[in-house]
């Protein structure tokens, strides 16, 4: 138990840090700019950069495992899509928000910090690919199911080229890329350069966990949603799982590569939701609730997660015996 501690209290320290003093110092949502701009174009793109960039050409093409994950993740959005649409009758933007709320977790902010500070930097690979392609799956839905619920007035070239933007333009997908070019030839930055990289890669972790306890300070829970009934246990709970259940059904893979994907599934909603939700004015305060109430509760569910896997209960491979 003091191991599974040593691993959570940190992180949520940084989180719970964070809070603390955007409650103590009042600064305006405009403060966090400059902070964010340099998480999102500086610090993480560095850290996906340094370590893609010496990693074995062959474990960046494992498609049999990025397959795998966007099948569980989109299933868990189509869930929870589908339960809006029939229980509450929501609308079709409505019910985009909240599938994205329990199928798009923080595998920005919290999943580089979390992963590799749990698994070492092994988890490198599995999570810069996680997030490449599940941000492209995001970055796909949303303004694709805008568009088809008619509220979105573009038309259908416009469209294609917000999402490939969105897609191929966003910092850490390019410093993916230029880490997979580096990987693939062999090509090293210069001593100088590389030691500027190791610098803001290691600002990353805390400086993320930080700004997102700000982020959660800046936005406090006003009601609580109904819609969380279901939005928390498919977040928490049946996105790790079904995850778990799958990767052990689909193959035999390296157990810091599954241990990662189940992490990263179980992390609470990412505040790009939020993002989302203003940028078409739906379901703002209520996508806000459910980053707060997933991001607290999930100090319980990740904690039981990592008991699981550091004290051997939660085996690599569910069907091991097969």
């Given at each position: 138990?003091?191991?599974?501690?040593?691993?959570?209290?940190?992180?949520?320290?940084?989180i719970?840090?964070?809070?603390?003093?955007?409650?103590?110092?009042?600064?305006?949502?405009?403060?966090?700019?400059?902070?964010?701009?340099?998480?999102?174009?500086a610090?993480?793109?560095?850290?996906?950069?340094?370590?893609?960039?010496?990693?074995?050409?062959?474990?960046?093409?494992?498609?049999?495992?990025?397959a795998?994950?966007?099948?569980?993740?989109?299933?868990?959005?189509?869930?929870?899509?589908?339960?809006?649409?029939?229980?509450?009758?929501a609308?079709?933007?409505?019910?985009?928000?909240?599938?994205?709320?329990?199928?798009?977790?923080?595998?920005?902010?919290?999943?580089?910090a979390l992963?590799?500070?749990?698994f070492?930097?092994?988890?490198?690979?599995?999570?810069?690919?996680?997030?490449?392609?599940?941000?492209?799956?995001?970055?796909?839905?949303?303004?694709?199911?805008?568009?088809?619920?008619?509220?979105?007035?573009?038309?259908?070239?416009?469209l294609?080229?917000?999402?490939?933007?969105?897609?191929?333009?966003?910092?850490?997908?390019?410093a993916?890329i230029?880490g997979?070019?580096?990987?693939i030839?062999?090509?090293?930055?210069?001593?100088?350069?590389?030691?500027?990289?190791?610098?803001?890669?290691?600002?990353?972790?805390?400086?993320?966990l930080?700004?997102?306890?700000?982020s959660?300070?800046?936005?406090?829970?006003?009601?609580?949603?109904?819609?969380?009934?279901?939005?928390?246990?498919?977040?928490?709970?049946?996105?790790?799982?079904?995850?778990?259940?799958?990767?052990?059904?689909?193959?035999?893979?390296?157990?810091?590569?599954?241990?990662?994907?189940?992490?990263?599934?179980?992390?609470?909603?990412?505040?790009?939701?939020?993002?989302?939700?203003?940028?078409?004015?739906?379901?703002?305060?209520?996508?806000?609730?459910?980053?707060?109430?997933?991001?607290?509760?999930?100090?319980?569910?990740?904690?039981?997660?990592?008991?699981?896997?550091?004290s051997?209960?939660?085996?690599?491979?569910?069907?091991?015996?097969?």
């Open positions: 138990m003091s191991e599974i501690a040593s691993l959570i209290l940190p992180l949520f320290g940084l719970f840090l964070g809070y603390v003093a955007a409650r103590i110092t009042k600064q305006p949502a405009e403060a966090m700019g400059w902070l964010n701009t340099f998480i999102i174009y610090a993480l793109p560095a850290l996906f950069f340094k370590l893609l960039s010496k990693t074995p050409v062959e474990k960046l093409a494992s498609w049999d495992f990025v795998a994950n966007l099948s569980v993740t989109f299933t868990i959005f189509l869930i929870v899509y589908c339960i809006s649409k029939i229980l509450l009758r609308r079709m933007p409505e019910a985009t928000i909240q599938g994205l709320a329990a199928a798009y977790g923080n595998i920005g902010y919290m999943g580089p992963a590799i500070l749990t070492g930097e092994q988890a490198a690979v599995p999570v810069a690919l996680i997030f490449c392609f599940e941000n492209v799956m995001h970055f796909t839905i949303a303004p694709t199911m805008m568009a088809l619920s008619g509220d979105e007035k573009r038309g259908f070239g416009l294609l080229s917000d999402i490939a933007k969105k897609v191929f333009l966003h910092p850490f997908i390019i993916t230029i997979v070019a580096a990987a030839t062999g090509i090293q930055p210069p001593k100088p350069v590389a030691g500027l990289i190791d610098y803001l890669a290691q600002a990353a972790a805390p400086c993320a930080f700004a997102m306890g700000v959660l300070a800046l936005r406090p829970l006003k009601r609580m949603p109904i819609e969380l009934v279901y939005i928390v246990p498919a977040n928490l709970v049946i996105h790790p799982v079904l995850m778990y259940v799958t990767l052990s059904w689909v193959g035999d893979f390296d157990p810091i590569w599954t241990y990662t994907a189940v992490l990263l599934a179980a992390l609470p909603t990412a505040t790009n939701v939020f993002v989302i939700a203003q940028q078409y004015g739906i379901w703002i305060e209520r996508a806000s609730a459910s980053i707060l109430v997933n991001t607290v509760l999930s100090i319980l569910t990740l904690a039981a997660l990592l008991y699981g896997i550091t051997g209960y939660l085996p690599a491979d569910l069907f091991v015996n097969k």
